[in-house]
């Protein structure tokens, strides 16, 4: 049995004496957040407003949007009609002036700091123990199309560990992974045809051999094996490219043949119109 009782900021202790049971992903999404919630809690209040590498967003702008979509990702589990009426009013804000970051400040009612971490921490536990008791094929609404339960906590686990990665670089702390990144990794693979499609490019027929050694030192491999058409290396650095939170010239992946270096120039694994990668030697650890 696992037992979580934990003190977080401002002195509400969290817990839960109940057995991991259900689905795993979303205990690995706990897990992911407690890690970045153990980097940000020693933060002086001051501290939060720091500006990341990421788009200038500060600690505390990385925090708010986590914060938010995981309320969004628990409302569309719990109720859809609820879920569906919150989605169409933020697009609506969103397209407002200030946009993303002024719409994000409102939902949290203007909280930063330890304030914010504290909001964050109790709805984020909630939302691993909701999505651990759901049935993981339950489809549930998002932005785009329905997905299951276990694809919604999957893609909020990638998005917390890809935008945490901005607060580790300007803090210049070394994350230290897990095998959980995993999870990470099967979404990019995931994503090869998307990627593509996404930029209205044909779909190359000749899959990479996707072939990276997990932080345990274990092997992961995936599509036919191949010594012409292979990504190869360290599954961190494979997850930080196609969350597009490194450059693939920023890494240690060998990447070799058309296909695999054109996947690595332009990988997303993340919704929404293409992005490109940022340009090499601009995301580092500060």
Known sequence: MVSVCQTVAGGHALSNDRPREGLSTAWDFLDENDALYTLVAPLKPAEFSQK?????????????????????????????????????????????PGGRQAFELEWAE??????????????????????AAADPKKRVKWAGPDMSVRSSITARLMETWAHAQAVYD???????????????????????G????????????????????????DIWEWNEPSETNVIAGGATAFCQV?????????????????????????????????????????????
């Open 52 to 96: 990341t590498l990421f788009k200038d967003w500060t600690i505390d702008d990385v925090i708010r949007h986590l914060h938010l979509w995981n309320h969004a990702a628990l409302l569309s589990l719990q109720d859809e009609a609820a879920f569906v009426e919150f989605f169409a009013d933020s697009r609506k804000k969103l397209a407002q």
């Open 110 to 131: 203007g909280k930063g700091g330890l304030e914010l971490i504290d909001d964050w921490r109790k709805l984020y536990h909630q939302t691993a123990e909701q999505f």
């Open 170 to 192: 300007v803090l210049g702390h070394e994350r230290a992974d897990t095998d959980r990144i995993k999870n990470v990794a099967v979404i990019g693979i995931n994503t090869f």
């Open 194 to 217: 998307w990627t593509f499609k996404n930029r209205g490019l044909d779909v190359p027929d000749d899959v990479p051999y996707v072939r990276l050694t997990a932080p345990s030192g």
């Open 242 to 286: 196609v969350t597009q939170t490194r450059n693939v010239a920023d890494t240690d992946l060998q990447v070799t043949g058309k296909t695999a270096n054109r996947w690595m120039g332009m990988a997303q694994c993340f919704a929404g119109p293409p992005h490109d990668p940022p340009p090499p030697g601009t995301r580092y650890k500060q």
